[in-house]
């Protein structure tokens, strides 16, 4: 893979795949962290004196949908460039006029264009769409790791039809981080924290990285399916039941025969309700009483893991430890971020989704050697596969 860095920009239209997809509550950006790591790789190519396009998708629209519009994050933009760029909004992302304002464009100025998603084919990844955006550019950059799970037209489709590519600084730390620091060279001890509601969903990523890890550290409602896939009593907890009991048995087998430790829970905070209405318990062992539901990991979990992230070099976590937007079931979760966050001496890697979404709103975000801007895309990762995104900007 080429980088940013290694290419000549001057006078060049550099389209650069961003991703823009941030949280929206109405009209208000509620988290602009995916705008923030996209600067730097903005701000190089106007330094290397390129013509900055930017692109994204922005949610899940179905056809053009003026909530979902870019003319949000292109304020936004301006402002996190401290009003030195002019931020030039585009009403669309392909046609006559967006070529024009390509053409007009000034050095130091930055177009974003309109989501791309109002367009079908961009998801579709329909090759007359990807020659539209190809024709926009001489550059193609993509710095849009969060979308690199994706094979769209922007992501992938159009990257044959431009002459030149490189990925950008953002994608740049991702794959160092992820790929290099934690798949393929992570210091030892290596431990793993996995959380989150389902088994299901982490299959892959425990299958790929239970080879690698001196450690597995199992929260979340996930932990009582592998309880209960064990025998024991996990009340009225979330569980996957059916074969994915099943698959969790295969997994702790898996773990038993490569001899790495996957660790559960051996406390729970419980409560009878999901948001905390009525008492909240510590249980004294790992069975949580008939007629309740595990919501969080308990103190002496809590300890235990802290240790085993304390002593590692190497820690990569994905999904909260409990229901952590209930502040009575976010120790668990906190106390993860405040242990990886202590230890100096590792490399500690945050690997998206709500877990990055809790240590942001905990603050701390800025302590962590990476905080992954990928949801499904750093998952993907993590398992091992190919992402379309970085594959097509493979030179061959
Ligand atoms: C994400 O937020 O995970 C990416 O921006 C991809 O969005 P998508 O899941 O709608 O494709």
Redesign the pocket.
């Known amino acids: 893979i080429r980088y940013i860095d290694d290419l000549q920009l001057t006078g060049k239209r550099v389209f650069i795949r961003v991703?823009f997809?941030v949280p929206l509550e109405g009209r208000r950006i509620t988290d602009d962290t995916r705008i923030r790591e996209a600067l730097p790789t903005i701000r190089r190519a106007l330094e290397m004196g390129g013509k900055v396009i930017l692109a994204s998708?922005l949610g899940?629209p179905k056809g053009a949908d003026p909530k979902l519009s870019t003319v949000l994050v292109a304020e936004k933009l301006a402002e996190l460039l401290g009003g030195k760029h002019e931020v030039i909004h585009a009403d669309d992302c392909v046609g006559d006029n967006v070529k024009k304002q390509v053409n007009d464009l000034k050095a130091g100025q930055v177009l974003l264009l309109e989501n791309l998603r109002f367009h079908k084919e961009e998801e579709a990844n329909d090759e007359a769409f990807s020659r539209e955006l190809a024709a926009l550019a001489d550059v193609y950059v993509n710095d849009a790791f969060?979308?690199a799970h994706?094979a769209h037209a922007s992501t992938a489709g159009m990257v044959p039809f431009v002459k030149e590519k490189a990925a950008g600084l953002l994608m740049r730390k991702e794959i160092e981080y992820l790929g290099d620091k934690v798949l393929r060279n992570p210091q030892k001890p290596f431990v793993a924290i996995l959380g989150g509601s389902k088994v299901s969903d982490k299959i892959k990523v425990i299958e790929s990285l239970l080879p690698k890890v001196d450690a597995l550290l199992v929260g979340g409602a996930m932990a009582y399916t592998f309880l209960k896939a064990q025998g024991i009593e996990v009340g009225k907890s979330r569980v996957e039941e059916g074969d994915k009991l099943a698959l969790a048995a295969k997994l702790l087998d898996t773990a038993k025969r490569l001899k790495t430790p996957l660790v559960l829970p051996i406390d729970h905070i419980v409560c009878a309700d999901i948001d905390g209405k009525g008492p909240v318990k510590e249980t004294p062992d790992q069975v949580v009483p008939a007629d309740m539901m595990g919501l969080d990991i308990g103190p002496k979990t809590r300890a235990m893991y802290t240790q085993r992230i304390r002593d590692a070099k190497t820690v990569i976590w994905n999904g909260p430890m409990g229901r952590f937007e209930v502040d009575k079931f976010a120790e668990g979760t906190r106390s993860v971020a405040a242990a990886m966050s202590i230890n100096k001496d590792a490399v500690t890697v945050i690997g998206g989704g709500d877990s990055a979404a809790a240590v942001e709103q905990m603050g701390y975000a800025d302590k962590m050697s990476h905080v992954s801007t990928?949801?499904?895309?750093s998952l993907e990762f993590l398992e091992g596969q190919p992402l379309p995104g970085i594959k097509a900007l493979e030179t061959k």
């Open positions: 991703d997809n998708h899940r969060g979308t994706r990928g949801g499904g895309a």
